[in-house]
């Protein structure tokens, strides 16, 4: 039961068009959603989450959406650069009872084409 | 430099042989947790911990231990190994909960049960 989902396994880009990455969630539980980049041969790197209680997050060139009616967030990469190419995954988070669960999504292998 | 520091990185065994993989963290972070990654599965968490001598499991726990007796360290342990257990495992660790900063990840052990 893949409670965290990214339909896309890859997309490609223009350097300097916008990258769109996607996530689906199921439980509507979850209090954070945050991004992570992988590079080959080294663990992932955090680069920005979100509130539940929110729906936009900024942070340079990242910009992360909620939309919670729809159980959907998309990673927002604008102007996307050749060092951008990476595998990226969504992750929620939910607390309950002073366990906490962080599930992440299959990851979405983003190439920017120079 | 502030670093999740793994070993080894790489690491070939026979079934049933017991292992440990090392995790150490030097920013005196209260969370840390386990992770593995498979193809088409993204990263799954086996393990976590949210201080000393306070661990739980994960989503897939089953053939694994862990042990937390000093805040910079998180063993994993897999007492008897098996070919189901090869993967590509993670180190993680945060301040607090992993929610507005998210995790820092260890570079990774690459471990293969034959």
């Known amino acids: 039961d893949q409670q965290v989902k990214q339909n896309s396994p890859s997309l490609s880009v223009q350097e300097g068009r916008i990258s769109i990455l996607n996530c689906d969630y199921t439980?509507?539980?979850?209090?954070?959603f945050l991004w992570y980049k992988k590079y080959p041969a080294e663990g992932p790197t955090f680069l920005i989450s979100?509130?539940?209680?929110?729906d936009k997050n900024e942070d340079g060139r990242f910009t992360v959406f909620l939309n919670k009616s729809a159980k959907h967030l998309s990673l927002h990469i604008v102007p996307s650069q050749p060092g951008d190419s990476a595998v990226y995954f969504c992750?929620?988070?939910?607390?309950?009872?002073?366990?906490?669960?962080?599930?992440f999504g299959t990851g979405t292998r983003l190439k920017v084409l120079a | 430099e502030a670093q999740v520091t793994q070993n080894p990185r790489y690491l070939i065994t026979v079934t049933g042989k017991k292992l440990t993989v090392t995790c150490s963290q030097n920013?005196?972070?209260?969370?840390m947790s386990w992770y593995r990654q498979d193809p088409g599965l993204g990263l799954r968490q086996i393990y976590y911990?949210?201080?000393?001598?306070?661990?739980d499991k994960g989503d897939v726990p089953e053939g694994y231990k862990v042990s937390r007796k000093e805040k910079r360290n998180f063993p994993l342990i897999l007492e008897s190994p098996s070919p189901n257990q090869t993967s590509l495992y993670f180190c993680?660790?945060?301040?607090?909960?992993?929610?507005?900063?998210?995790?820092?990840f260890g570079s990774g052990t690459r471990l293969t049960v034959v």
């Open positions: 993680a660790s945060s301040p607090y909960s992993p929610t507005n900063y998210g995790y820092t």
């Open positions: 439980n509507s539980m979850f209090d954070y």
């Open positions: 979100i509130s539940s209680i929110k």
């Open positions: 992750a929620a988070y939910l607390t309950t009872s002073g366990t906490y669960k962080y599930i």
């Open positions: 920013m005196n972070h209260e969370y």
């Open positions: 911990s949210m201080n000393v001598e306070v661990t």
